[in-house]
């Protein structure tokens, strides 16, 4: 069974940091893309991070770049979510996803069930 569980989500202060992880299971190869997306109360979803399947290629939505880092550890089956210098407009329902063809989409083939981050004072 293709599962991704989402963990780390909170409450954090403004200024704050928090650190996603997301558990991938029934995956059986290290060559697919991984993201993250999230989407806020009212508002589509949309793209934060993704790794290409090869490693070799890192892309990041302008409005996190340089605040969000993404990574991942094959070994664990885990992909990170580091979140630094957080604002109130960061509040949302944060997913995990991979996608099997190694690229990385705007729309990807599986998404984990969210977890939630709460930005305020």
């Known amino acids: 069974q293709l599962q991704l569980v989402e963990s780390g989500g909170g409450w954090v202060q403004p200024g704050g940091s928090l650190r996603l992880s997301c558990a991938a299971s029934?995956?059986?190869?290290?060559?697919?893309?991984t993201g993250w997306f999230r989407q806020a109360p009212g508002a589509q979803r949309e793209g934060i991070a993704c790794?290409?399947?090869?490693?070799?290629?890192?892309n990041y939505a302008d409005p996190m770049s340089g605040r969000f880092t993404i990574s991942r550890d094959n070994a664990k089956a885990t992909i990170y979510l580091e979140m630094n210098s957080l604002k109130p407009e960061d509040t949302a329902v944060y997913y995990c996803?991979?996608?099997?063809?190694?690229?990385?989409?705007?729309?990807?083939?599986?998404y984990g069930r969210g977890t939630l981050v709460t930005v305020s004072s």
């Open positions: 996803a991979i996608d099997v063809s190694g690229v990385c989409h705007l729309t990807m083939t599986y």
């Open positions: 029934g995956f059986t190869s290290d060559n697919y893309a």
């Open positions: 790794i290409s399947g090869s490693g070799g290629r890192t």
